[in-house]
């Protein structure tokens, strides 16, 4: 028998790392953790083990931000940006995760990740191994032999272009060794290697295709064609003999690995699995083949009926309703059937069975028949748009399940119930197929699916009935979020209507102001180009113009917000681009994004509310996000003028909390100076500059009020003294010495924001006033990323989640209050701190009194809740 051939893959764990982040979207588990990396990095390590087949495999990570090189060249990788702190909370996961997988990882002091790659794949090589090296970096293509490939991926992580010498010879008609040759004549700016300035990658390869290396190329300076070139290359002789020995891989760094320490032979199933559940992957769970049987249980028989009549004993006092759409958008979707789950049995029924049935809508309306479902917002909302009503809910197993705990995500019921102690059901995407292969099955299948469904839902919520109540949040559920969903639904089913031609007219005036203002840009530029194509801004604003260089990528100079914004200053022409991007966004986005969400009957948009998504406990919108809208800018707000009033003779009716985050804060820290401010009814950040600055109330300049202000919101939102620094354009020790005497000043929060940080530490969780807690297990990581976000977490979610709790609590007060008035007035939205009505003009007078009173009362605190309120023919107008 033959031997196994010996395979070893080299991984460069840094690069593959970084190709992920930036090339999948910002992913966050349900604890609030990014993971876009680490899914990135595990999809590019399975298909690694699936297709190569390794025999022995190593991860490679760069020890630190200094190696050997900089002692050549302090400048080494000078200009790279520091890591974002969303990729580096990732590197502890990759790393456990690697553990999980049992594969080796290793990193050296004072070496590059490269180097390690490069020292054992030569040492590999001699033992007789094929090697295959897997990076982002080009530079490990010298590494490419008859024993090497070097797989570079392209395109974020999806494909990979394969370096063998041949391939090499190919795409740029040079050897391997010659690559660190022509990396010494061009440089390479991505790890600020100067190289010779003015020669470009086919200039480079030129002159090695004639003189073979790049000692030959300056000792035959004479034979090179071209006087500048032949200037530049006498000139900066040096520095291409240094570049050259930067790119230099080294193959005898002290690595303490040999090859055989290496092997590989299968991954820790149970341990992959658990980390794959820490951080959301079911995807991935669902893939994992013979190894998912460590996670699929054994699904027990299910007795059920499918219902074609339907009688007493389906329709009992209390029973388990599961609603099944399988859209997103539920508003649009078809209700494909519904679970029924009793003390007589499980039953399946049709969507057409139970819509034509009289005694279906009965039950369902009478509020004295309890019912337990998932999800009552979508399930009131989809059977009213069929012409059902439903009344009495009185558990909701969607809600319950993220009050317990908001951090694990609720997209699939499966996953919610069995979380709950509930296994005996398939995911959705296991019975329906997922994209262009998703599918209703025959319905025998699916009838079990949607009773099993309705069974989980009557397993259940008994326990997560009695787990509220152990945390103190039965009131929470009952009394708030429960009532909330049902006006939620109605809010959902109302809409809210839009003046269509004026949103249209907005458009046709954007884009006349997009052109003149292309035009002044072209007019500035001395040419025409593409605005939008960074790579041409690039060389107008930096090669013609001339503005200084701020960020260099791989592809060419930065021209993002951040760098556009720091540019400002320097010409007009960058202003006028910033605000040419920002029309640009309401234009296509906002405008157009609105005009295809508007009913095209009722000349309505039905925003859906995401009641069960947010750690904080606010509420967020989809369909349209009218949270988003931006209204720092003047047309931004503008588009709040096409949202009007569904009847003639009405008007909007706006009303917000004041600074509602800062007087929670005053309540939870107890702090006297912020409790005597408010009291007093002072303007709090001129109160903040006098005790901040030590000068009385008249010697407060507005550049002291602004930075006031900015302080008084960081503080709420946990902020850093870079986060401080960046808004307030300071330095960063400016900001530190700011908030310490922020701190000084106001000692309650000081010491409010330490004991929160003991208490989360303690009991792994902070809570908010009405006992809504968020989870934040990372409190106590050794990682100081992950420990720091935890932290500023732990600080700002008591505040934050407590205003959110504020104004749904005055959601539900007004809801009751309308009605015991018996006014027509509607409450039609909630953006942020603001509630949105429609009332008719001779009810206005009466709400005058009735909102304040209501949302000032929501909730009695140490310092008074203030609200104002205004109203106007538009949503603009009531500002």
Not at 197 to 218: H, M, N, Y
Not at 702 to 714: D, E, I, L, W
Request: proline share 3%.
């Amino acid at each position: 028998m033959s031997k196994t051939k010996k395979k070893l893959v080299l991984i460069d764990g840094n690069s593959i790392a970084y190709r992920a982040f930036f090339a999948l979207p910002l992913l966050n588990n349900d604890k609030g953790i990014h993971t876009n990396a680490v899914y990135g990095f595990t999809m590019m390590l399975q298909r690694i083990l699936d297709e190569e087949k390794p025999t022995h495999l190593l991860v490679a990570f760069d020890a630190g931000k200094t190696t050997f090189r900089h002692k050549t060249f302090t400048e080494y990788k000078g200009g790279r940006q520091k890591t974002p702190p969303e990729l580096s909370e990732q590197f502890p996961f990759i790393r456990e995760l690697l553990d999980a997988y049992q594969i080796k990882r290793y990193e050296l002091e004072n070496y590059e990740a490269d180097d390690i790659i490069g020292t054992l794949s030569l040492q590999a090589e001699k033992d007789g191994f094929d090697v295959k090296v897997i990076s982002g970096d080009k530079d490990l293509t010298q590494l490419s032999s008859d024993k090497t490939t070097v797989a570079i991926t392209k395109k974020g992580i999806t494909e990979i272009e394969e370096y063998t010498p041949e391939h090499i010879k190919e795409k740029y008609g040079l050897s391997p060794h010659q690559i660190i040759d022509m990396k010494g004549l061009m440089g390479d700016s991505s790890d600020n290697i100067p190289g010779v300035p003015g020669v470009g990658e086919k200039t480079a390869i030129k002159l090695l295709v004639q003189f073979d290396s790049l000692e030959k190329v300056l000792d035959s300076i004479d034979e090179v064609s071209g006087k500048k070139l032949k200037e530049k290359l006498e000139e900066f002789k040096d520095q291409a003999i240094m570049s050259k020995e930067l790119a230099t891989i080294t193959r005898e760094a002290p690595v303490e690995l040999s090859v055989s320490d290496l092997q590989y032979d299968e991954w820790n199933v149970d341990k992959v699995v658990s980390i794959y559940k820490e951080l959301g992957f079911n995807t991935l769970l669902e893939k994992m083949g013979t190894a998912g049987e460590a996670v699929q249980e054994e699904i027990k028989d299910l007795s059920f009926e499918i219902v074609k009549d339907l009688g007493e004993d389906h329709l009992t006092d209390r029973a388990a309703l599961y609603v099944e759409i399988l859209e997103d958008n539920y508003q649009h979707g078809q209700i494909i059937g519904l679970g029924l789950s009793n003390k007589n049995g499980n039953y399946f029924i049709s969507a057409e069975t139970a819509l034509q049935s009289e005694k279906f809508k009965d039950w369902a309306k009478d509020e004295k028949k309890l019912k337990q479902v998932y999800d009552a917002k979508k399930s009131a909302v989809s059977l009213k748009l069929k012409g059902v009503e439903l009344n009495g809910i009185d558990f909701d197993l969607l809600i319950a399940s993220y009050i317990l705990n908001p951090s694990e995500s609720a997209d699939d019921f499966a996953s919610v119930a069995k979380r709950h102690g509930f296994h005996d059901i398939q995911s959705d995407e296991a019975v329906y197929g997922k994209g262009a292969k998703r599918k209703v099955p025959e319905e025998v299948e699916t009838a079990e699916h949607i009773a099993r469904k309705a069974a989980g839902l009557s397993a259940v919520a008994d326990k997560c009935e009695e787990e509220l109540k152990q945390n103190e949040q039965f009131e929470l559920f009952t009394e708030l979020e429960l009532p909330l969903s049902l006006i939620l639904a109605e809010m959902e089913a109302k809409g809210v209507s839009v003046d269509v031609d004026r949103l249209k007219d907005m458009g046709d005036d954007l884009r006349t102001r997009l052109k003149q203002i292309e035009e002044e840009i072209f007019r500035m530029a001395g040419e025409e180009f593409n605005i939008n194509s960074p790579k041409q801004l690039g060389v107008v604003l930096f090669e013609k113009m001339g503005l200084p260089v701020i960020k260099k990528t791989k592809t060419g100079y930065s021209t993002s917000a951040d760098v556009l914004e720091k540019l400002e200053p320097e010409h007009e022409i960058v202003r006028q681009i910033l605000h040419y991007r920002q029309l640009g966004k309401l234009q296509s986005t906002y405008i157009e994004g609105l005009l295809k969400v508007v009913h095209p009957d009722t000349c309505k948009v039905h925003t859906r509310f995401n009641q069960a998504l947010t750690q904080t406990g606010r509420l967020s919108s989809t369909d349209p996000n009218l949270q988003n809208i931006p209204i720092r800018l003047e047309e931004g707000r503008k588009i709040r003028q096409a949202f009007i009033p569904s009847q003639k003779g009405w008007v909007m009716f706006a009303a917000d909390y004041s600074q509602i985050e800062l007087r929670v804060l005053a309540h939870i820290a107890g702090d006297e100076k912020l409790i005597e401010a408010f009291n007093e009814d002072m303007d709090i950040h001129t109160k903040t500059a006098m005790d901040v600055f030590h000068v009385k109330k008249e010697e407060v300049t507005s550049n002291m009020r602004r930075q006031a202000k900015a302080v008084n919101f960081g503080i709420v939102y946990g902020i850093s003294d870079y986060g401080l620094s960046q808004s307030l354009g300071i330095t960063r020790k400016e900001a530190g010495e700011f908030i310490d005497r922020y701190l000084e000043s106001f000692p309650g929060v000081k010491e409010y924001m330490a004991d929160v940080v003991q208490e989360a530490k303690q009991k792994g969780y902070v809570s908010t006033l009405l006992h809504r807690r968020r989870y934040i297990p990372e409190i106590t990581s050794r990682n100081f990323n992950l420990r720091s976000f935890a932290e500023r977490t732990a600080m700002n979610t008591p505040i934050q989640g407590s205003a959110a709790d504020i104004i749904k609590l005055a959601m539900i007060e007004m809801a009751k209050r309308l009605k015991v008035e018996k006014l027509q007035t509607r409450l039609l939205l909630q953006v942020h701190d603001e509630l949105i009505f429609e009332a008719p003009e001779e009810e206005v007078e009466a709400l005058k009194e009735i909102v304040p009173d209501v949302m000032e009362h929501a909730i009695s605190l140490k310092v008074p809740l203030k609200v104002d309120y205004s109203y106007g023919p538009t949503w603009y107008d009531a500002k």
